[in-house]
C-alpha cells in the first residue's frame, strides 16, 4: 500500500504527494525556551522524529526545519526573575534541549531557526503584509493583522470567524479593527529587548515568525506543518492568514499534522496543576528509550496517557526487545528459505502499519514478533532475524541494546514457548493451566507480566 498522511485540515487520510518528487519539506513548531522542557515537548518531537525517519526510511530526502521562539514575554519575565538577560537564558536552554533531545535519540533537525535572528526578514513580510492591506499600524507602534481580509481564516480550526471570540485568549485593545485581529509587531515597552523597525523599537509577534521561518528555510510552499494539536488555534490558523495573503503562498503547506496531547489519568499537563515532568529527570531515570516506546504504542494523533504503571510496562517490553538481541553477530550468509519468508511477512506488516498514517502501535507489535522468532531461532537464522528487529526498531528510532550477560541464559527461547503456549491457553480460557505456567515460572525466578502487545518476563534480581 502506498502512504497515506491523515490532514488536519482536511480532516481525512490522503495520499501523501510532495512538491518535489524525492523531496520532504517539513517544518515543525519549537519550543519557546523561557523553562525546561518536559515530557510534552518529548511527545511531540519523538512523534515527528518518527516521520521524517520512516520517510528517510522509504527513500525521501528531507528537509526539517523547527524553530526555538527566542522572544517572547515569558522570556522577559522569566530572565528578569534570574536577573541574567534574555539571550543567556535562551542560550542555556537551547543548549540543554540539544542534550536531551539527543538522549532521547531524537534525530537534529537541519536547521534550527530562532526568532531573534529572523528580524529582517520578519519586518519585509510585516511590510509585504501592510501593502497588500492584511495588516495596518495602530498608535503606539504595534501592527496588526486584519483577519476580515482573508475569507478563509478559520479553515485549519473549523471555526467561523464569528464564533471564535468565544473561549479565546482576546487582548481587550480598543485600537483593533477586529477583536481577534493579532499582533504582527510589538512596540517595545521601556527596558525590553527591542529592534528597530519602521514602526518604532519592538519586536515580533509570536505567529508572524513561523512564516518567515519556513519560507525563508523551506520555500514559499511546504510538504509537511507539524505540532502539537494546542497549536491548531490560533497559532497555525494565524500562519495560514499570513503565509496565504500572498498568492504564491497558496497552500502554505500541503499536509497538517498535530499529534495528540500528553496527559496525566485525563488531565492535561499543566503547570498550574503541578504535574509536569522534566526530560532531564525521565533521562536521570534511565527511561529515554522506555518512553520512547511508550509513545510509540499509543497512535500518535490520540491523546497519550502518562501513568508509573505504563513506563514500568514499557520498561519490561524493551526489557524483552533487548534480550532478543543476545548474543547478536552480523549474519554470515543467507537466510533459509522459511526465515528469509518470515522476515519478509514481518516487513511487510511494519510497511502496511507505517504506511497507514505512521501507526506506531501495530508497527511496534511487529516488533515483539520478531524479538520471539529471533528467540526461536539459531544459527545464522537468528542473526538474520536480530539484524531485522534491529533496522526496523531503528526506524521507530529505538536503539535495542544485547545485555552484558545472558540474562535467562539458554532459557531464554524456551520461556518464551512457554509464553506462547499460555496465550494459546488463555485463548481456550484454559486459566489453571495458564496460570500453572505463570506461577512455575514465578517460582523459577521470572516474574510474567501481561500488556496490550503480549506477555513479557524478566529475571528477578
Not at 526539517?64 to 521562539?69: E, G, L, S, V, Y
Not at 542555556?92 to 533537525?109: G, K, S
Amino acid at each position: 500500500m502506498a502512504l497515506t498522511v491523515y490532514n488536519s485540515m482536511t480532516r481525512t487520510k490522503e495520499p501523501f504527494e510532495t512538491i518535489e518528487p524525492g523531496v520532504v519539506r517539513m517544518y515543525v513548531c519549537g519550543v519557546t525556551v523561557y523553562s525546561d522542557a518536559h515530557i510534552g515537548h518529548a511527545r511531540a518531537f519523538i512523534t515527528f522524529d518518527i516521520i521524517r525517519r520512516y520517510l528517510e526510511w522509504i527513500g525521501y530526502t528531507v528537509h526539517h526545519a523547527q524553530n526555538f521562539t527566542d522572544v517572547d514575554d515569558k522570556i522577559i519575565n522569566r530572565a528578569r526573575e534570574l536577573g541574567i538577560t534574555e539571550q543567556e537564558l535562551t542560550d542555556r536552554l537551547i543548549a540543554d534541549w540539544a542534550e536531551e533531545t539527543a538522549a532521547l535519540n531524537i534525530m537534529p533537525a537541519t536547521v534550527y531557526p530562532r526568532a531573534t535572528q529572523e528580524i529582517p526578514e520578519i519586518i519585509e513580510m510585516i511590510e509585504g503584509l501592510i501593502k497588500l492591506e492584511h495588516a495596518y499600524v495602530v498608535e503606539g507602534g504595534d501592527v496588526n493583522y486584519r483577519v476580515a481580509s482573508f475569507p478563509e481564516y478559520g479553515k485549519l480550526s473549523g471555526r467561523k470567524l464569528e464564533d471564535m471570540m468565544a473561549g479565546a485568549r482576546i487582548e481587550v485593545d480598543p485600537r483593533k479593527e477586529h477583536p481577534m485581529d493579532f499582533a504582527l509587531w510589538k512596540a517595545a515597552k521601556p527596558g525590553e529587548l527591542a529592534w528597530d523597525s519602521p514602526w518604532g523599537p519592538g519586536r515580533p509577534g509570536w505567529h508572524i515568525e513561523c512564516s518567515v521561518m519556513a519560507r525563508e528555510h523551506l520555500g514559499n510552499n511546504i510538504d509537511i506543518h507539524g505540532g502539537g494539536e494546542d497549536l491548531v488555534f490560533p497559532h497555525h490558523e494565524n500562519e495560514i492568514a499570513q503565509s496565504e495573503a500572498f498568492p504564491e503562498n497558496r497552500p502554505f503547506a500541503r499536509y497538517w499534522m498535530h499529534n495528540g496531547l500528553l496527559q496525566f489519568s485525563g488531565d492535561k499537563m499543566s503547570k498550574s496543576i503541578g504535574n509536569l515532568i522534566n526530560i532531564r529527570d525521565l533521562i536521570a531515570n534511565g527511561d529515554a528509550r522506555s518512553f520512547r516506546l511508550m509513545a510509540l504504542q499509543t497512535l500518535y494523533r490520540a491523546p497519550l496517557t502518562y501513568t508509573d504503571e505504563g513506563l514500568e510496562a514499557a520498561r519490561r517490553g524493551l526489557e524483552r526487545l533487548d534480550l532478543a538481541m543476545r548474543g547478536f553477530n552480523t549474519p554470515s550468509g543467507e537466510p533459509s528459505p522459511e526465515m528469509a519468508t518470515t522476515l519478509a511477512d514481518a516487513e511487510k506488516r511494519f510497511r502496511d502499519a507505517m504506511d497507514d498514517d505512521f501507526n506506531t502501535p501495530i508497527a511496534t507489535s511487529v516488533l515483539f514478533d520478531l524479538s520471539r522468532v529471533a528467540n526461536r531461532a539459531d544459527g545464522d537464522d537468528k542473526a538474520h532475524a536480530q539484524a531485522k528487529l534491529a533496522e526496523l526498531a531503528g526506524v521507530l528510532g529505538l536503539e535495542l541494546r544485547a545485555p552484558q550477560t545472558s540474562g535467562a541464559g539458554d532459557a531464554g527461547p524456551f520461556i518464551d514457548l512457554l509464553l506462547e503456549i499460555r496465550e494459546q491457553l488463555r485463548a481456550q480460557k484454559n486459566w489453571q493451566l495458564s496460570d500453572a505456567i505463570r506461577d512455575g515460572l514465578a517460582e523459577r525466578g521470572v516474574t510474567v507480566e501481561d500488556s496490550p502487545t503480549g506477555a513479557t518476563w524478566r529475571r528477578r534480581d
